[in-house]
């Protein structure tokens, strides 16, 4: 398998421009996370789901963020509008269903908004 | 609310040096502990973890014990390599969840010099 696969790697863009980042998680996984890492607040859970279904968007920081599962193949981050301090890298995770395995991280999207 | 705390960092040591990398936790119940491991530009790899009270996770030569009595899940490496020059973060999983719903500590730069 080809692992958890996030596109852009790289994402630059403007303040108030729409921001979407993507992510393909390891097939059969049932578990969708969504990290945001930042240099003053680590790494925080904005957002995960289970079987396509949200189940807790507590991390989420505004309604500026939203986050979708169309699919059990498929998952968008959005951040619309974009602004500076949202810049950071965003990782996507999958794990299997069962509770008692770990997760698998993709290589992260690194967003600036300048 | 959980939390973990690391130790400040960044470390620096010399290859065949011993690591210790000193983490704490806050958390209600049983959580499971982990240690992931990001190197520069990747996203993260799990690198151990212990699910109960005096479990040890080991993996690569680096050890973890779950001590429930100090809350902490020190992690140890007898002789690093130039090749363990990574991010280090501190993670846990309430019980009963999933355990790619992490909470994690701020990480450890660790650098191995020849």
């Known amino acids: 398998d080809a692992g958890v696969i996030q596109s852009p790697r790289h994402e630059v863009t403007e303040m108030g421009q729409e921001v979407t980042l993507r992510c393909k998680p390891i097939s059969g996984h049932d578990y969708l996370f969504w990290y945001r890492q930042t240099m003053m607040r680590g790494l925080e859970l904005l957002i995960y789901?289970?079987?396509?279904?949200?189940?807790?968007d507590s991390g989420m920081p505004e309604d500026r963020f939203s986050a979708k599962m169309p699919n059990a193949s498929f998952s968008t981050l959005k951040i619309q509008p974009s602004e500076p301090r949202d810049s950071a890298v965003y990782f996507c995770?999958?794990?299997?269903?069962?509770?008692?395995?770990?997760?698998?991280f993709g290589q992260g999207t690194r967003l600036t908004v300048v | 609310g959980d939390s973990v705390t690391q130790m400040e960092g960044p470390v620096t040591l010399s290859e065949e040096a011993f690591l210790t990398i000193n983490c704490t936790y806050t958390a209600t119940g049983y959580p499971s502990l982990f240690w992931y491991v990001q190197y520069p530009g990747e996203g993260l790899q799990l690198l151990l973890k212990a699910t109960k009270a005096d479990d040890k996770g080991s993996n690569k030569g680096f050890e973890a014990t779950y001590r429930k009595e100090t809350t902490s899940f020190h992690l140890e490496k007898g002789s690093v390599q130039v090749s363990d020059s990574a991010v280090y973060f501190c993670?846990?999983?309430?019980?009963?969840?999933?355990?790619?719903?992490?909470?994690f500590g701020q990480g450890t730069i660790l650098t191995v010099h020849p």
């Open positions: 789901f289970n079987n396509n279904v949200p189940i807790d």
């Open positions: 995770a999958s794990s299997p269903a069962g509770g008692n395995t770990e997760a698998f």
């Open positions: 993670a846990l999983s309430d019980e009963g969840t999933s355990y790619g719903k992490l909470t």
